[in-house]
């Protein structure tokens, strides 16, 4: 049997429990501020691929990740309730647009309350807007989140410069003059630069007597 969402195969552990009658879900989030944030939807910490997972139970929530046929970006927005006052300070100051974000949907087993293998990644992108809600004594923060697809639409300007060169073939020195020439006047086939009124486009016939001798 095989399930998949949007091409991504589900683990055959995965699968059984999504086809059992009973299903413990959870969503897993990965926010790579400048100190990685790992996060999910119970309580207590989780282990998962060598990191910790600190769960925030009722206190967090994901808006619903939407995912359509034509490949059009879908963003997301993740709430965080009840941090206090004097952590909202860590966030005014952290540089987090553009930063990586991924939302992972996994199970946990109900027997075991373990986390059942490989949880598939249902969101990739990054982070965009922070909004804060503050009353004094705790806060809410929300995060929006920018699919990946939106790199799509950004143009890809590439400019005949040597530093543009270099960031793509360092060493290359092909471009390494192209400064030092703009504007420049150049008299093509003129013996005396400082005299333009002799040019004569570089045609040597008949030389005699114009300074070609």
Same mark, same amino acid.
């Given at each position: 049997m095989?399930?998949?969402t949007?091409?991504?195969?589900?683990s055959?552990?995965?699968? @059984?429990?999504?086809? %059992?009658t009973?299903? %413990?879900?959870?969503l897993m989030?990965n926010l790579?501020?400048s @100190?990685p944030?790992?996060?999910w939807s119970?309580?207590?910490?989780?282990?998962?691929?060598g990191v910790?997972? $600190?769960?925030?139970g009722?206190?967090?929530?994901? &808006?619903?990740v939407e995912e359509?046929?034509?490949l059009?970006? /879908?963003?997301?927005?993740m709430r965080?309730s009840?941090?206090p006052t004097?952590?909202?300070?860590l966030?005014?100051?952290?540089n987090?647009?553009g930063r990586a974000?991924t939302?992972?949907?996994g199970a946990? !087993?109900p @027997?075991?309350?373990t986390?059942? &293998? &490989?949880?598939v @990644?249902?969101?990739?992108g990054k982070?965009?807007?922070?909004?804060?809600?503050?009353?004094?004594?705790?806060?809410?923060?929300?995060?929006?989140a920018e !699919? /990946? $697809?939106?790199?799509?639409k950004?143009? /890809?300007e590439?400019?005949?410069t040597?530093?543009?060169?270099q960031?793509?073939?360092?060493?290359?020195?092909?471009l390494e003059?192209?400064n030092?020439?703009? #504007? *420049?006047?150049?008299?093509w086939?003129?013996?005396?630069?400082?005299?333009?009124?002799n040019?004569?486009?570089?045609? *040597?016939?008949g030389?005699?007597?114009?300074?070609? #001798?």
């Amino acid at each position: 049997m095989s399930i998949t969402t949007a091409g991504r195969t589900l683990s055959s552990d995965m699968v @059984t429990e999504v086809s %059992a009658t009973q299903l %413990a879900p959870i969503l897993m989030a990965n926010l790579q501020f400048s @100190t990685p944030v790992y996060l999910w939807s119970g309580y207590g910490q989780l282990g998962f691929g060598g990191v910790t997972y $600190l769960g925030i139970g009722t206190l967090g929530t994901i &808006s619903p990740v939407e995912e359509t046929t034509d490949l059009a970006a /879908r963003g997301i927005s993740m709430r965080l309730s009840g941090v206090p006052t004097a952590n909202v300070a860590l966030a005014l100051t952290e540089n987090y647009q553009g930063r990586a974000c991924t939302i992972l949907f996994g199970a946990l !087993s109900p @027997t075991a309350g373990t986390l059942i &293998s &490989s949880p598939v @990644t249902v969101f990739q992108g990054k982070m965009d807007v922070m909004q804060i809600s503050d009353d004094g004594q705790s806060a809410d923060i929300t995060m929006t989140a920018e !699919s /990946r $697809l939106m790199d799509f639409k950004r143009p /890809r300007e590439i400019r005949y410069t040597d530093e543009e060169q270099q960031n793509l073939f360092s060493g290359d020195v092909g471009l390494e003059f192209v400064n030092d020439i703009q #504007e *420049k006047p150049i008299y093509w086939g003129n013996p005396n630069q400082t005299q333009a009124t002799n040019w004569d486009g570089g045609d *040597k016939t008949g030389t005699e007597g114009t300074g070609y #001798e």
